[in-house]
Each structure stands twice: as C-alpha cells, then as structure tokens.
C-alpha cells in the first residue's frame, strides 16, 4: 500500500463523461426503461446525470476566473428562456390535460440537452481533451456506420438479441426503399442515424487530412467507410445532409485538395454502382421523382397545418412539446419549433446554428495547428449538415440526434475558447490549458 501513499487522486473529468454519454449509443434508442417512461431512455438519463454533474461540480468550484466572452452560451441561455416563458405562458393559458405531461417532459429533456452541451462547453478544457472526444465522436460515427451497412447487407435489423430486463421498445423492424433496406443503427429512425453520419463524416475527413501521426489506413478507413454508409442509407434527407457538409468543408480546402476529394467521390460511385446492382438507379429515382414522393407531400402539407397554428399564438407558441402526432405530423423542426415557441422560438434555434457554425469557421483560421484548424472546418460542415436535417423531421423528437447536436454546439463552444485563448497567448505560444475552466477537466488524455 506504501506505493500508493503518495499518488494523486483521479478525479473524473469531462473527456470521461462524455466518453460515457457517446457509449450510450450503443443501446437502441427505441428501448426505454418501462417504468420511468418517455424519460427512460438511457441516453436522456446519462444527459441528465451530466447536468447534475456540471451542476454540482459548479456549486462546488464556481468559475470565477472566467474571463473573456463565451458566445455559445448566450443563444443557448436565450433558447432555454424561450422554454421556460413558454411553458409558463401555456400554463396560465391552461393546457388540455393530454399535454400537460409532454410539456413537463419537454422541459427535462432540455435540461438533459443543456447538460451536454455545459460538459463539452466548459469540461473540454484543453486541445489533448477536446482531440480526443471528438475521435471517439468519430468512433461512434464509424461503428454506427459498421452496424448499418451490416443491416443493408443482411436486411435485418442484428438487434433482436438486444434485451435489457425492465426496458421496452417498439419492435426492431426496418424499413425499405426501392427494394433496399434503409439502415438505422441504433437509431430508432434512418433519418435519426443520417444524422450521426453527416455530423461525423466531415471530422473524419478532417482526421484523415491532417492526423498525421497515424497511417493512411488508419486516418482514411473511418472516412470510407460512413461515406458509404452514407451513400447506402437509401435516405434522400441524409444525401443531401452529407452533400452540404462536404461543400462547406470543400471551402476550407485548396484547389489540389478539392480534385483529389472529386475523384475519391467518384471512385466511390462507381464501387457503389459495381457492388450494389441497382442502388445508382434508385438514388437517382428518389431525386428525380421526388414530387410525387408522398413523403414531400406530407411536408408540404405540414406547412400549411404549422402555418396556421402558429398564427394563434405567434411570439411564444403553444409551448414547447405540446405538438402532439395525434395532431399532425409536421416532417420539418424549424416548422415545429415556430408551432411550439413561437417566432421567437425559431429565430433563438437558428442563433443557435449561426453562431456555433461562425464560430467553428473563424476558429478554423486562429487555429496554429493544421488539425486543429481542419477541426474546425470540420465542425462547421457537420453542425450546418445537421441544421440542414432539421427541415427534413421533428429532429429533436429523436434522442440521438437532439443530443448530438447539442454535444457538437457545445464542442464548438470549447473549440472557440481554446483557439481564442491559444491566439491570445504571449509570443504566440499554444496554451494547452484554458485558464477559465482548468479545474473541470484533469486533461489526462
């Protein structure tokens, strides 16, 4: 015991929690602890169990050096009051009694959003840690990847084993398109799992371009293999997500770096096309008959429905989750979101997008290191790829894809703490620590 008399204690620190929050995934989404109900989700526990945890960890040592402007915190506190006035109002408006449990769920489910996003926020407190959540964001990416191309090769879902005593789900069916199977992972939708492909792909490119200090095979297999994940979904609304990321991210790249990306498209294509007889055409079908798709249909109709409720009540809403399917379905987030907040709801999430994505990219551009600066073109690409997603479906309905987009709005929020701080630093030298928040994260990666 004398060995260990004197060593240090190791405290948990952010990159572990997050760790923890990104192993989740590997539960389905569909199952949920039965007697907790909507709640019951592991991922929605975890989230919460972190803002408990940065919460107490705050209590304990408030940030009192903070210096600086911290801009991501500003939308995001603006958008949780949105919540909060809402639900208020709505409540002194009196709620029918079907939605006044939803409208209480939705105010914890924020709070589980909201301790994801302060853990990356301020735990992220180094480069080591912040490099190394978001390569294990881009391991999730991959194995979700791994999982749905394995469910396209087999038409089955390879998750009925799955059984935990004391949780439920609604089945692990999968869905097809054109005669192919549309992959979901873990997800409890494609276009859910769509979105941890085009969230993860643009930073697995940025690895593959700039890590250096790892083979070709090693950078480059992560890359590969959710592009074809991606090209594999069968998912319209996750193409065109994955496209938007990579023409963001082909703007930071120079001229030589973008024909060698054209080819490597390309190539990729063609081994579609070889391996997989028929899926070129049916790609090309979901685009080229799209108008009498039902599904767009469906959309368009939404509008017109969303529309008109948000005439009623146009500055707050009606409060947030109180927009039941029974209602309409709306296939649209930002639609859902003028219905349940109002106008001042949506202009405070696409605040949220703006500023998390100028952020990434001008960070990009104070970055010293070229990971570092493709990080953040990569991070810009994958959360303006997920804003896109949010015209597609009620993204924020899905636990998976709410929380991986409040995880990269908040990884964007370190980034830019870290780039300014580095940048501001004497003689240009690299801080590896912010001094803001050091005490939050040990920075043992």
């Not at 449990?101 to 994801?116: F, H, K, M, Q, Y």
């Not at 947030?320 to 296939?331: E, N, R, S, V």
Request: hydrophobic share 55%.
């Amino acid at each position: 015991m004398s060995e260990f008399a004197g060593a240090e204690p190791r405290h948990l620190d952010a990159t572990s929690v997050l760790t923890l929050f990104l192993l989740t995934g590997v539960v389905p989404t569909s199952l949920t602890f039965t007697a907790i109900g909507a709640l019951g989700r592991p991922i929605i526990l975890v989230s919460l169990a972190m803002f408990a945890w940065w919460l107490g960890h705050s209590i304990q040592r408030p940030f009192r050096e903070q210096t600086g402007m911290q801009p991501m915190r500003w939308p995001v506190g603006a958008f949780v009051c949105v919540v909060a006035a809402s639900y208020a109002a709505a409540m002194l408006r009196g709620l029918p009694g079907t939605e006044v449990s939803p409208a209480d769920t939705a105010l914890l489910r924020v709070a589980a959003w909201c301790g994801i996003f302060l853990v990356a926020h301020d735990g992220l407190s180094t480069w080591a840690s912040l490099t190394a959540v978001l390569r294990r964001v881009v391991l999730t990416g991959t194995l979700m990847a791994m999982l749905g191309l394995a469910q396209f090769a087999t038409k089955n879902s390879l998750l009925g084993w799955f059984v935990v005593p004391g949780m439920s789900g609604d089945g692990v069916g999968i869905d097809q398109r054109g005669g192919f199977v549309r992959a979901a992972g873990t997800a409890s939708h494609p276009l859910e799992y769509g979105v941890v492909l085009c969230v993860t792909l643009p930073l697995a490119v940025a690895f593959g371009m700039a890590d250096r200090d790892r083979g070709v095979v090693r950078r480059w297999f992560p890359a590969v293999l959710i592009g074809t994940a991606s090209v594999l979904s069968v998912s319209r609304s996750a193409l065109i997500a994955v496209a938007v990321a990579m023409l963001v991210l082909a703007a930071s790249w120079t001229r030589r770096q973008r024909t060698i990306a054209g080819i490597g498209g390309v190539i990729l294509m063609a081994a579609v096309y070889v391996a997989v007889p028929g899926m070129a055409g049916t790609l090309i079908g979901m685009f080229m008959g799209a108008s009498q798709d039902p599904s767009i249909a469906s959309r368009v109709n939404g509008a017109d429905v969303a529309f008109a409720m948000a005439g009623r009540l146009p500055l707050l809403g009606r409060g947030f989750g109180t927009m039941l399917p029974t209602y309409a379905y709306l296939d649209n987030q930002y639609l859902g979101i003028l219905v349940e907040l109002g106008f001042v709801g949506l202009c405070t999430v696409i605040a949220l997008f703006v500023t998390a994505i100028v952020l990434a990219w001008r960070g990009r551009r104070l970055a010293a290191a070229p990971l570092s600066s493709k990080l953040g073109a990569g991070l810009a690409a994958g959360i303006s790829s997920a804003a896109v997603t949010f015209t597609f479906f009620d993204a924020l309905s899905f636990p998976l894809s709410a929380a991986f987009m409040f995880l990269m709005l908040g990884v964007a929020g370190a980034y830019w703490r870290l780039v300014r701080t580095q940048a501001l630093a004497p003689d240009g030298l690299a801080s590896t620590t912010a001094p803001t928040t050091a005490s939050f994260d040990s920075g043992r990666d």
